[in-house]
C-alpha cells in the first residue's frame, strides 16, 4: 500500500523557516515527479514546486526566491525548505507523487500538514 506521510509543519513567525518532509512507502520514486501542493482556507489547492526524475524544478510565481524543493531519493524523501515565510503562506501543505506505470498515470497525495505563518 502506498503512503506519503508529512512531517515538519507547523506555528512559525514571518520571516521564519520550515522544512517539510515527505516520506514515500510502497513505492520508489525514483523515476517520478514529485511536488508539493497548498490548500489555503477557502481556496483551491494551488501547486507550489515540483521536482522531476532528473533533477528540474519548478515553482509557483510566489515563493520563488524562497521555497527550495528537493529530493533523496535513497531516502525515498521528498522536501520543501520554505524560508522568509510570509502569512500568506498559511496553509495546508500536501505531498503529491505522480507515477506512470505502463503507460498509466497513477497519482498519489499525502495526509496534509498545517504550516501557520503568524506573530
Known amino acids: 500500500q502506498v503512503q506519503l506521510v508529512e512531517s515538519g509543519g507547523g506555528l512559525v513567525q514571518p520571516g521564519g523557516s520550515l522544512r517539510l518532509s515527505c516520506a514515500a512507502s510502497?513505492?520508489?520514486?525514483?523515476?517520478?515527479?514529485m511536488a508539493w501542493y497548498r490548500q489555503a482556507p477557502e481556496n483551491q489547492r494551488e501547486l507550489v514546486a515540483r521536482?522531476?526524475?532528473?533533477?528540474?524544478?519548478n515553482y509557483a510565481e510566489s515563493v520563488k526566491g524562497r521555497f527550495t524543493i528537493s529530493r533523496d531519493n535513497a531516502k525515498n524523501t521528498v522536501y520543501l525548505q520554505m524560508n522568509s515565510l510570509k502569512p500568506e503562506d498559511t496553509a495546508v501543505y500536501y505531498c503529491?507523487?505522480?507515477?506512470?506505470?505502463?503507460?498509466?498515470?497513477?497519482?498519489?497525495w499525502g495526509q496534509g500538514t498545517q504550516v501557520t505563518v503568524s506573530s
Open positions: 503529491y507523487v505522480e507515477k506512470v506505470v505502463l503507460g498509466s498515470l497513477y497519482k498519489y
Open positions: 521536482i522531476f526524475s532528473g533533477g528540474y524544478t
Open positions: 510502497g513505492i520508489s520514486i525514483s523515476f517520478d515527479t
